[in-house]
């Protein structure tokens, strides 16, 4: 039992996206909690990014992207999100990007103790991943555009992983002005399904185990009844 409530306090851990020339049209959407500094998840910042892959050409992998941020703003709870940011293997050369994200930086900081990252779309031209200005996303808002990651060679397969939003403005959250948030689920229009947490995935390990276990113990009862009727 004490293992079953670890299993389920687990977080959901989102697995990497695989790309290669299959890939194109496919569609990915990696959800976000909000945290300050390592800690716990914040209610109400929460956000949700969609990319879908609409080219692979000269060795430019080429996504739509639409960011949504899900708080909402009538649980006293408001923010903006001013970017979002991945890492990618191989490393990128370059990035561009279109749109509400329009900007770009690579190889920078991320706050909240992230650290460095490949790649980062924002709002406003800040000079690094950290945000700044007023462009972004409020509660309920959705900003859309599209992004080019360039490889020096075009590589057979690319993985995108790490991602991670940036909020800013945030009010009704004693002491919290700012704060990042990091995926937690990922789904993809390609037939993927919801990563599992890891503790649904022992939970039903354990369950799998307690029936084995149930029907050795009713095989053996059968055989001690045979026994004494014999």
């Known amino acids: 039992m004490a293992l079953i409530g670890l299993a389920t306090a687990t977080p959901a851990i989102a697995e990497p996206i695989l790309l290669d020339s299959g890939s194109v049209g496919d569609s990915f959407t990696i959800d976000f909690d909000g945290f300050v500094n390592g800690g716990p998840s ?51 050369d370059a990035a561009t990007s279109t749109g509400t994200y329009g900007y770009t930086n690579t190889d920078s900081n991320y706050p909240n103790g992230i650290g460095t990252v490949d790649v980062c779309f924002q709002a406003q031209s800040t000079g690094s991943c950290a945000g700044g200005g007023s462009g972004g996303v409020y509660d309920g808002a959705t900003g859309t555009g599209t992004l080019s990651l360039s490889f020096g060679t075009a590589p057979a397969s690319l993985t995108l992983d790490d991602f991670f939003v940036r909020y800013q403005s945030i009010s009704g959250i004693d002491g919290v002005t ?53």
């Open 178 to 230: 700012s704060a990042s948030g990091r995926q937690i689920t990922s789904t993809s229009s390609s037939g993927g399904n919801d990563v599992p947490e890891p503790g649904m995935v022992l939970l039903f390990g354990m369950a799998v185990l307690a029936i084995a276990f149930g029907a050795r113990g009713r095989g053996q009862a059968a055989t001690k009844v045979r026994v004494a009727y014999a």
């Open 42 to 92: 914040l209610d109400g910042l929460n956000s949700s990014l969609t990319l879908t892959l609409t080219a692979i050409e000269n060795g430019i992998y080429t996504f739509d992207y639409s960011l949504t941020n899900t708080g909402a703003a009538d649980d006293g709870i408001t923010s903006r999100v001013s970017g979002f940011a991945f890492n990618t293997d191989p490393d990128i």
